[in-house]
């Protein structure tokens, strides 16, 4: 998988910038801890921490082509290109001659060959640098989805670059400043395309590229969403999607370390998990390995709400046993999850305290724990919002509110399922003024809408849910893979996310909401393209997300530490909270009511100790 940094600079020589380059490249150590490299030519400098996942020996980085003792390109490369091997073929069909069994070397020929529109050719997940020393030039690249992330930072001379934020901030020309946008972006749940929160760094959307020359840096789009007549009737639409699912997982099982799944016992996981099963099967390699997450207690003192009615641990092992898999549950205790130090790791994977609470802190220590065990891990990520699987797809009032519909539900009010407190109640009225969150959404939403491709005459219901899934597909989802990546690349585990396949994205995106619903439930094209291979428990399963603790000492832990930063005059938080607000939250609350807002409090502590952030409001 790996990280990667670098630096653009047309005015200096950086082959005497080493030091600077080491310490970028050291914070992306723990994406990247199988192997370290750093590239130095006159006007760029590229760095590389090695995950190694294909061509163990060979897949060194950053990685050149040359000729005649000169480099024609170098690479610092992240991610995995699916389809790899027949590129290399036909790459070699056309004359290139290829040194290793590296997808990274089948990049740089693509790129030799097709120039910039090699892009249309690669299908996976991955962000890299191209430097091309012949024309001085350097190309940034995203994968389609965002599966992978990617930053840069303009300087009056070039540009900074990494695969995370901190890699960027190592660099002494720039400082973590944040203004009232930035930390609007913190809160409003949008996951604004582009936006990095860190003034003057950007990330670099999904699907687009960005050059950098001596005139300046441009940005290009290469993939969108686009709305296309879907002509195939349901049954042939049902088949079509477990043709492309079998291809994508298929594609995704190669590697040459161990490989596992995640598995809840939802539709998701299951379907990737059983198909993975059998493509295993079919090449000799079985059985699949699984891993699920629970807590001490929880399916024996489950309670069922609104977001949660049902345990994931009995579904997940339903699935386990019929597929056959090697299954293991990894089981984390109240006290795991309130440990400072855990919280700690994920705000540094992270580098912002967006945070979905304790599901962050469960989420590391299962891919910690699964770490001793595997390298890769296929996730069923994406899977709702390309089928439409959460509740409020299916709530009219939702729907149909004039916002982004995951806040017209009220989900992250309270991730327990309980719509108590907001997150923002303990901060600063007059803060919360100056950052007008709800501004901050609507202008969000508004220019998200204006994004949306449409057919002619597409009216009603139809227009509006096809709003509704390029909103999820754009945005909802980009804070889920962008979760998923930070969380397990800070144990240095690669998830491949399966339902991001473009093709499949693509495909459905066009599919008429009434075929996504054709049996009166949320995600029927999945449920139809795999009930073959799932028990039936698990195929009619309804929706479930990722499990949240249940057990109120984990929200006691949180009021104790926050009511020691309260305590704290130095405390950084301090000039951004309600401290009458917080008094009173503390004397009278059992602790939930404010759950989530606590944990934001204590992150953006943390992130501001930690980061020495100056918030410029």
């Not at 996981?269 to 090449?283: D, K, Q, R, W």
């Not at 309130?338 to 790791?345: N, P």
């Not at 951004?576 to 759950?595: C, I, M, P």
Request: charged share 25%.
């Amino acid at each position: 998988m790996c990280g990667i940094t670098g630096w653009i600079s047309y005015d200096h020589d950086l082959t005497t910038e080493r030091d600077t380059l080491d310490a970028m490249t050291a914070t992306m150590a723990c994406r990247g801890p199988d192997a370290s490299g750093i590239w130095l030519d006159t006007h760029a400098a590229l760095g590389h921490r090695r995950l190694a996942v294909i061509d163990l020996e060979g897949g060194t980085q950053p990685m050149l082509v040359e000729r005649d003792g000169r480099a024609l390109l170098a690479v610092t490369y992240s991610g995995e290109v699916y389809n790899y091997r027949e590129l290399r073929r036909e790459l070699r069909a056309r004359g290139h001659a290829f040194r290793t069994s590296s997808d990274t070397e089948v990049v740089l020929h693509a790129y030799l060959e097709w120039g910039e529109a090699f892009t249309e050719h690669l299908n996976g997940m991955y962000a890299f640098a191209l430097w091309d020393p012949r024309r001085e030039e350097l190309l940034l690249v995203r994968d389609r989805m965002g599966i992978k992330p990617l930053y840069y930072h303009p300087t009056p001379d070039g540009v900074v670059f990494g695969s995370e934020p901190k890699a960027i901030l190592a660099h002494p020309a720039v400082r973590p400043a944040v203004d009232a946008e930035g930390l609007a972006e913190i809160m409003a749940f949008t996951k604004t395309p582009g936006h990095a929160v860190y003034r003057g760094m950007h990330e670099l959307r999904p699907g687009h590229t960005a050059r950098v020359r001596r005139e300046g840096l441009t940005v290009r789009r290469y993939w969108g969403l686009e709305a296309r007549e879907h002509t195939d009737d349901t049954a042939t639409t049902v088949r079509r999607v477990r043709e492309l699912l079998d291809d994508i997982v298929a594609r995704q099982l190669i590697a040459d370390v161990p490989l596992c799944t995640l598995l809840s016992g939802g539709l998701d996981s299951s379907a990737i998990t059983a198909l993975s099963a059998l493509g295993l099967a079919e090449a000799g390699r079985g059985p699949v390995r699984s891993f699920s997450v629970d807590f001490t207690g929880h399916t024996e003192n489950f309670k069922a709400d609104s977001l949660r009615p049902t345990p994931d641990g009995p579904y997940a092992h339903a699935l386990a046993e019929h597929v056959g898999s090697d299954h293991a549950d990894i089981v984390l205790d109240t006290a795991a999850l309130m440990d400072r130090a855990h919280r700690d790791a994920v705000l540094t994977a992270r580098d912002l305290p967006i945070s979905f609470g304790d599901g962050d802190t469960s989420l590391y220590l299962l891919f910690k724990a699964i770490r001793e065990h595997s390298t890769v891990a296929l996730s069923g990520e994406s899977a709702d919002e390309i089928f439409g699987g959460y509740k409020w797809f299916h709530d009219p009032e939702s729907v149909h509110a004039d916002t982004f519909p995951w806040l017209a539900a009220g989900v992250f009010d309270n991730f327990s399922g309980e719509r108590a407190g907001r997150r923002t109640d303990l901060l600063d009225p007059g803060i919360l003024g100056k950052l007008d969150l709800p501004g901050y959404q609507d202008a969000r939403y508004r220019e998200a809408l204006a994004e949306v491709p449409r057919l002619p005459g597409e009216t009603g219901l139809q227009r509006r849910m096809r709003e509704v899934s390029y909103l999820h597909l754009t945005r909802f989802v980009q804070l889920l893979l962008d979760r998923k990546d930070r969380v397990s690349m800070a144990v240095g585990l690669e998830v491949r996310v399966p339902f991001c396949d473009h093709r499949l994205v693509e495909y459905v995106f066009n599919t008429p909401w009434a075929m996504k619903t054709f049996d009166g439930r949320e995600k029927s094209l999945l449920r139809a393209a795999v009930r073959d291979v799932l028990p039936a428990s698990v195929a009619d399963r309804v929706k479930s997300p990722y499990p949240s603790t249940q057990d109120p000492r984990y929200a006691a832990a949180l009021r104790a530490e926050l009511r020691r930063v309260l305590a704290d005059t130095d405390a950084p938080v301090r000039p951004l909270l309600d401290t009458a607000g917080v008094a009173r939250a503390l004397k009278e609350d059992t602790g939930e009511t404010y759950r989530t807002g606590t944990e934001l409090v204590l992150g953006l502590n943390s992130w501001l100790a930690a980061y020495g952030t100056a918030l410029e409001l």
